[in-house]
């Protein structure tokens, strides 16, 4: 057995080791975690990768009975209303992702409470791919 009182070079020696080997170990734990950025949405059957996307925005249009086009983004229920008071209306919402368009929904509608499902579905789905793009971690999501 070595006395480290009698030979202080075996102490020295020890310390020296374990810091060595701790500063190893810090380096090895510690590292820079990489994230692939190739974040993709994945809806009906398509695979949407949105990673070079510089901007998102939402398309929402009608047809009405007389063939004419209206924009509805922005319409209240008094408007959409309105419309129908002119017979059925094809209802078009879809996502503008730079040059490509990602049609999220398209039917006729003949009442409010039809095109109001139809819109809170579009704003979920909305919601959920701007958290897919402000999570460095999320690479993919499945829209129902």
Not at 16 to 38: H, M, Q
Not at 99 to 115: C, F, G, H, N, P
Not at 120 to 136: D, H, R
Request: glycine share 6%; aromatic share 8%; charged share 25%.
């Amino acid at each position: 057995m070595i006395n480290m009182k009698t030979n202080p070079r075996f102490g020295r020696l020890v310390t020296l080791t374990a810091i060595v080997l701790s500063t190893f170990l810090l380096v090895a734990c510690g590292g820079t975690k990489v994230y692939n950025n190739d974040k993709t949405v994945v809806y009906n059957g398509a695979v949407y990768n949105i990673s070079k996307v510089k901007q998102i925005n939402s398309k929402i249009s009608g047809k009405l009975a007389d063939e004419s086009s209206v924009d509805l983004r922005g319409a209240d229920r008094k408007q959409i209303e309105a419309y129908l008071d002119q017979g059925p209306m094809y209802v078009r919402m879809a996502f503008g992702l730079d040059d490509q368009e990602m049609l999220y929904r398209a039917s006729s509608i003949t009442k409010w409470s039809q095109y109001n499902s139809m819109h809170k579905s579009f704003e979920s789905a909305g919601k959920q791919i701007t958290s897919l793009m402000g999570n460095k971690k999320k690479m993919q999501l499945k829209l129902k």
